[in-house]
């Protein structure tokens, strides 16, 4: 049989090309007797960054780097296969094997049966880089600092996925890498509101989008760096949220569910989240072996870490009804329909005027409070009545996770109103007066 060799040739006005170095045992004798071993050098026709290609395994690393590489070794064990193929076909028909004519056979063999792979061309299309990003990520071969991405990460970069493709539709082109540049930034955002896109959503596909292509940059599929000037950014809006209050929570607490039982346990479940501040990934997964004397200690599916909580009497009591057996936790768009039900019924009716872009035009509109409760209220109200209570901002951001002072200021609700009552509290607002009147 004989022996193939994958090797790279150097190559200063491109990629290195990947040459097979066939050997047979083939030798000729020189004038002074010596015998000169030949091989065959054949081009395979497949190009490679150097940075990319393990010479051990005479194939091309296995790495996220270099994504296509599974077909790319699968084209150089295909040719691997067809030489020896060749070669053991000259052997049966005892012809004679010498590097021209083993050579010539491969040529011959390789334009009869169109066996020759051109090396792909790098993909330059946005989208079929994104899609392979997304497959990655779903296999769990592209992580984030060793950890798998959650499953929410891959429905953002799908969604993401399949807003541009319907904008390639829209203005009947592909999108290269060379095409991300400002002034398609404005022209797709200016698409994205006129499909009525909040602009934190628009926000979130500019920084999916800006992932992408600095992904495609370190990979070396792009030299456009557009997407990193400043102007390129992610936009936002400070969405109208509320907390509810420890009154309200006291109402829904002792709100009559005996004509709609099925409200009981969602309201149960969302009274623990408004005590702990735990996410509603964690709720689902909070058991008795989560309490310990008087806290809570669980590992935040989030971030990874552990939280300490103390135990609020509401907490106790919820917990002691179903003897540390919560009901099963449905899903976050189920929940956030029923905790609006339950909040109606327990009149949770106060007018608030929220305001909200869509389409790029600000709207106004007053709304009753009960609308605009979901499960993500629970949290919140727990880290802004831990405020108002004069709870250590560093106390509860060990339990919420902020990881400054400022995210946590902005995370919490409170009205000014709300913000001169806890000034008035202060001992600067209460010192007796000295000054006399003249």
């Known amino acids: 049989m004989a022996n193939v060799y994958f090797y790279l040739k150097e190559n200063k006005k491109s990629e290195p090309l990947v040459v097979a170095r066939i050997s047979f045992n083939y030798f000729e004798i020189n004038e002074t007797g010596k015998k000169l071993f030949r091989t065959v050098k054949y081009s395979t026709g497949e190009k490679i960054d ?18 296509q590489f599974p077909e790319f070794n699968q084209r150089l064990n295909d040719i691997e296969t067809i030489i020896q193929n060749v070669f053991r076909k000259m052997l049966n028909d005892a012809e004679v094997i ?11 063999f390789m334009i009869k049966t169109n066996k020759v792979v051109n090396p792909p061309k790098q993909t330059k299309r946005f989208t079929t880089f994104i899609k392979t990003v997304i497959d990655e990520t779903k296999r769990g071969e592209r992580t984030n600092e060793g950890k798998i991405f959650k499953n929410r990460t891959v429905l953002s970069y799908n969604t993401t996925y399949n807003n541009l493709l319907s904008y390639e539709t829209h203005i009947k082109k592909n999108l290269n890498f060379s095409d991300i540049n ?36 370190k990979r070396g599929l792009n030299d456009n760096l557009d997407f990193s000037d400043g102007d390129f950014k992610k936009i936002s809006e400070e969405t109208q949220t509320i907390y509810l209050t420890e ?27 408004c005590y702990t501040g735990l996410r509603f990934s964690d709720l689902k997964q909070l058991r008795k072996e989560h309490f310990y004397d008087n806290v809570i200690k669980i590992e935040t599916e989030k971030t990874g870490k552990y939280i300490i909580i103390p135990i609020h009497p509401t907490v106790s009591e919820i917990y002691n009804k179903y003897e540390f057996n919560l009901p099963r936790v449905i899903s976050n ?11 109606e019924i327990a009149k949770i009716n106060e007018i608030i005027e929220i305001s909200e872009t869509r389409g790029g035009l600000k709207v106004k509109k007053n709304v009753l409070k009960y ?15 831990m405020y108002l209570a004069d709870f250590p901002i560093l106390a509860i ?42």
């Open 333 to 343: 768009q189920k929940m956030n329909e029923y905790i609006k039900d339950l909040g």
């Open 98 to 108: 010498t590097p021209e004519t083993l050579k010539s056979k491969l040529d011959d």
């Open 371 to 385: 609308d605009l409760i979901t499960v993500h209220t629970a949290r919140r109200s727990f880290a802004t009545n």
């Open 182 to 217: 400002i002034k398609f930034y404005n022209k797709y955002i200016k698409y994205l509101n006129e499909k009525s896109f909040a602009p934190n959503t628009i926000g979130g596909h500019i920084k999916n989008i800006k992932v992408f292509m600095k992904l495609a940059t």
């Open 50 to 67: 150097a940075k990319y290609w393990d010479s051990s395994k005479q194939r091309a690393k296995e790495t996220n780097k270099f994504p």
């Open 397 to 438: 951001r060990m339990i919420t996770g902020h990881r400054t002072e400022r995210a946590f200021l902005t995370y919490i609700k409170i009205n000014a109103e709300e913000n001169a009552k806890k000034m008035l509290e202060h001992p600067y607002f209460n010192q007796s007066n000295n000054l006399k009147v003249v």
């Open 247 to 273: 009154t309200e929570l006291q109402t829904i607490y002792n709100t009559d569910l005996s004509k709609n039982k099925h409200l009981i346990p969602i309201r149960d479940i969302f009274l623990i989240g």
